[in-house]
């Protein structure tokens, strides 16, 4: 049985953070109506998140990855998700044996990988789906989205209107552009790595260039 699972949310964004959480819990102790947080609504999500954080012997490690290391030429997403779920098991202190979502095409890879780069002595199991699989990463799963989704209404409360912060979003996209448009660079909350900011700089640049 497996005594912690590990999930990550907002890989894929080309705005702001992402975040890993790792759940530590006993399988009878988590809360009804877990399974991966994309299926679930903000609001249960949320209620789900503070009941975990609310039941005995259930312990709880959030890691946070923020764009200055997203950026970085010197490393790749895989890597980073790695030391993120390393992080976070980390953080919450966790023992024995654990499931995580796999992050790279070979779940056999990505668990060794996460192993090497834990603190923590523990036994890591990787899965692809894992959190529409198993109940404790799907704990994992919701307690990522919340604190991605915290993070992206502070990214709101500072710029306005952000949208989702991903790439197919039109309200982000637009977000992006006005900025460049006002400021003549990206927000800091950008990924400047993501194709998205730099197809935004392009367009901004020919625009002005037609102005001459």
């Known amino acids: ?3 912690f699972g590990v999930d990550e949310a907002g890989k894929g964004p080309v705005l702001g953070s992402m975040f890993a959480a790792c759940v530590v ?13 994309k299926k679930l609504t903000p609001a249960w999500r949320e209620e789900l998140d503070a009941a975990l954080r609310d ?28 030391d993120a ?47 529409d699989a198993h109940s404790i990463v799907a704990a994992a799963s ?22 989702s912060g991903y790439p197919s979003d039109p309200t982000t996209r637009e977000f ?4 460049v448009r006002a400021h003549g660079e990206l927000p800091a ?9 730099e197809d935004v700089l392009a367009a901004a640049e020919q625009a002005a260039l037609s102005e001459f």
């Open 142 to 163: 919701v307690v990522a989205k919340v604190a991605r989704d915290a993070h992206v209404d502070a990214l709101a409360d500072e710029y306005g209107d952000v949208g």
């Open 189 to 197: 909350c950008a990924r400047t790595s993501w194709s998205t900011c």
């Open 176 to 179: 992006l552009a006005e900025y």
């Open 1 to 3: 049985m497996y005594k």
């Open 85 to 131: 779920h390393a992080a976070a098991i980390d953080a919450a202190d966790a023992d024995g044996r654990g499931i995580v979502d796999a992050g790279d095409t070979s779940e056999e890879r990505f668990a060794t990988r996460v192993m090497e780069a834990a603190e923590r002595d523990v036994a890591v199991t990787a899965e692809h789906g894992a959190d």
């Open 55 to 82: 039941t005995e012997g259930v312990r709880i490690g959030v890691a946070e990855v923020p764009v200055e290391r997203i950026d970085d030429p010197g490393t790749d997403m895989n890597t980073l998700t790695v």
């Open 25 to 37: 819990a006993d399988s009878d102790a988590l809360p009804e109506g877990l399974r991966d947080s």
